[in-house]
């Protein structure tokens, strides 16, 4: 059996979830409605800082963060909340988006050109 590649989960992910752009997050950002969550290790969070307002979950406890039976989990997930994912590029974001997906939660997307493209856009950025 041939191995999948990264390139491969990615786009499958992409093509089950919600992409959306610098612009659609910061509207739903300035709505109220979204939670946005940063995936990225905290290492390159500390480093290049973080979109205003976000949470931080790494990607390897998002899982466990998540699931409300674990000694772990953080009560800002919501299975019915808007939850917007990101990572620094969007390939981790749109894994991570497709796994709470399939975890239960309904309203999940993610922000598809991640922080890089965040900031590329001259968008809000906490140091």
Known sequence: MAIKKASDLVAQAKAEIENLSVDQVKQEMESGDALVIDIRDGQERAESGCIPGSEHVSRGMLEFHADPSMPVYKDFFQPDSR??????????????AKTLKDMGYTNVAHLETGFRGWAEAGAPIDK
């Open 83 to 96: 939850i917007i994912l990101h990572c620094a590029a969007g390939g981790r974001s749109a894994l991570a």
